[in-house]
T-cell receptor, first 113, second 113 residues
Framework: DAGITQSPRYKITETGRQVTLMCHQT?????MFWYRQDLGHGLRLIYY???????DKGEVPDGYVVSRSKTENFPLTLESATRSQTSVYFC????????????FGQGTRLTVV | AQSVAQPEDQVNVAEGNPLTVKCTYS??????LFWYVQYPNRGLQFLLK??????LVKGSYGFEAEFNKSQTSFHLKKPSALVSDSALYFC???????????FGAGTTVTVRA
């Protein structure tokens, strides 16, 4: 299916475990982003990528790692999950071009116990 | 640095009445402004954007937004609200020289029948 998909949709993990959230887009968009959504904070940018093999930190990168070996995939890894990382995570992508809007995945609800 | 403020956590209106969701922004250069809507357990959906030109921008589902440079505002409006407009609304800004979006905290809109 065309679009941007995230997996899993829901995940429960234990403190200290490594967790990877997947993001796949079919548009070949250059830009991809990871946000977390928390009550009262809106969406905060974790990491972003301008192209394959180009990534950069956003507003709240600590405790997260990203990679982008292929244009269509942008996985987010929590190296050692903490309870403060319980959140809803959204992946987004956008075409190259200054005026384009971002498109968002359905989100992954992650609970760290 | 760029930032967005949505001064109202919640907006409640009766069906058929006008709906306004407020947004103010701060950027160092010319802004690109966006509104997104989020329905429960869904990702963000793009509503409309302001890039340049006419200060009144029309978008999806009958929504429009008015850009006011002197007040650094970009308020979302709908002349006649529907119960189905009940959702979480996010304003976002991007500086023309940047490629990442900054979001406000969101405004929950409830339209009562």
């Amino acid at each position: 299916d065309a679009g941007i998909t995230q997996s899993p949709r829901y995940k429960i993990t234990e403190t200290g475990r490594q967790v990877t959230l997947m993001c796949h887009q079919t548009w070949s968009h250059s830009y991809m982003f990871w946000y977390r959504q928390d009550l009262g904070h809106g969406l905060r940018l974790i990491y972003y990528s301008a192209a394959a093999d180009i990534t950069d930190k956003g507003e709240v990168p600590d405790g997260y790692v990203v990679s982008r070996s292929k244009t269509e995939n942008f996985p987010l890894t929590l190296e050692s999950a903490t309870r403060s990382q319980t959140s809803v995570y959204f992946c987004a992508s956008r075409e190259t071009g200054r005026f384009t809007e971002a498109f968002f995945g359905q989100g992954t609800r992650l609970t760290v116990v | 640095a760029q930032s967005v403020a949505q001064p109202e956590d919640q907006v409640n209106v009766a069906e058929g009445n006008p709906l306004t969701v407020k947004c103010t922004y701060s950027v160092s250069g010319n802004p690109y402004l966006f509104w997104y809507v989020q329905y429960p357990n869904r990702g963000l959906q793009f509503l409309l954007k302001y890039i340049t030109g006419d200060n009144l921008v029309k978008g999806s589902y009958g929504f429009e937004a008015e850009f006011n440079k002197s007040q650094t505002s970009f308020h979302l409006k709908k002349p006649s609200a529907l119960v189905s407009d009940s959702a979480l609304y996010f304003c976002a800004v991007r500086d023309k020289d940047d490629y990442k979006l900054s979001f406000g905290a969101g405004t929950t809109v409830t339209v009562r029948a």
